[in-house]
């Protein structure tokens, strides 16, 4: 069966570029959107962005001008960039599946990043 | 952005009851709605997409209506397994937003 796992820093300074990878494993990357959500603690969803298996790419405004998404295919993964982090990027960040349709399907179980100096 | 209002909050309940989830978009988005379960601690789970589509393996107790604006989930009878926080997703348009979540609690 097809799981996800987040990997990267559990902590992060101030100003400085946040960096996690998923690495899906049971199955391939291929033909499947893969996106990254976070979650503040104690807070909601955010949805941040999506990438295709053939590197299109979709972001949400919000954090576009500091996020970067990618894919490796020999590798199975797929990595978020977001740069400039202060506190309020402090999250909970997830990575997942995402079908056609838009839904989640499948979720790793999540890193915490803390942006702390 | 398109917002997901979600109504009430937060819920108690009792094992047993029945128990209905509004979700309201801020302009139409058709079927594109999603439901997840999130339990503390672990990573949300994909319950009811598109608006009414049960995911495999999900109890039958869960069921999930609407069209355009306005959404609904609903436990037909409660489980101690239940007791979580439930989100709404919209996927019609980027970017893709939740509602806030409602805690849903025994009473």
């Known amino acids: 069966q097809v799981q996800l796992q987040e990997s990267g820093p559990g902590l992060v300074k101030p100003s400085e570029t946040l960096s996690l990878t998923c690495t899906v494993s049971?199955?391939?990357?291929?033909?499947?959107?893969w996106s990254w959500i976070r979650q503040p603690p104690g807070e909601g969803l955010e949805w941040i962005t999506y990438?295709?298996?053939?590197?299109?790419?979709n972001y949400n405004p919000s954090l576009k001008s500091r996020v970067t998404i990618s894919v490796d295919t020999s590798k199975n993964q797929f990595s978020l960039k977001l740069s400039s982090v202060t506190a309020a990027d402090t999250a909970v960040y997830y990575c997942a599946r995402t079908l056609d349709a838009g839904y989640f399907d499948l979720w790793g179980r999540g890193i915490l990043v803390t942006v702390s100096s | 952005d398109i917002q997901m209002t979600q109504s009430p909050s937060s819920l108690s309940a009792s094992v047993g009851d029945r128990v209905t989830i509004t979700c309201r978009a801020s302009?139409?988005?058709?079927?594109?709605l999603n439901w997840y379960q999130q339990r503390p601690g672990t990573a949300p789970n994909l319950l009811i997409y598109v608006a009414s589509s049960l995911r495999g393996g999900v109890p039958s107790r869960f069921s999930g209506s609407g069209f355009g604006t306005d959404f609904t989930l609903t436990i037909s009878s409660l489980q101690p397994e239940d007791f979580a926080t439930y989100y709404c997703?919209?996927?019609?348009?980027?970017?893709?937003?939740f509602g806030q979540g409602t805690k849903l609690e025994i009473k």
């Open positions: 302009q139409s988005i058709t079927r594109s």
């Open positions: 990438i295709y298996y053939n590197g299109y790419t």
């Open positions: 049971g199955g391939s990357i291929s033909s499947y959107y």
């Open positions: 997703h919209q996927s019609h348009s980027i970017p893709y937003t």
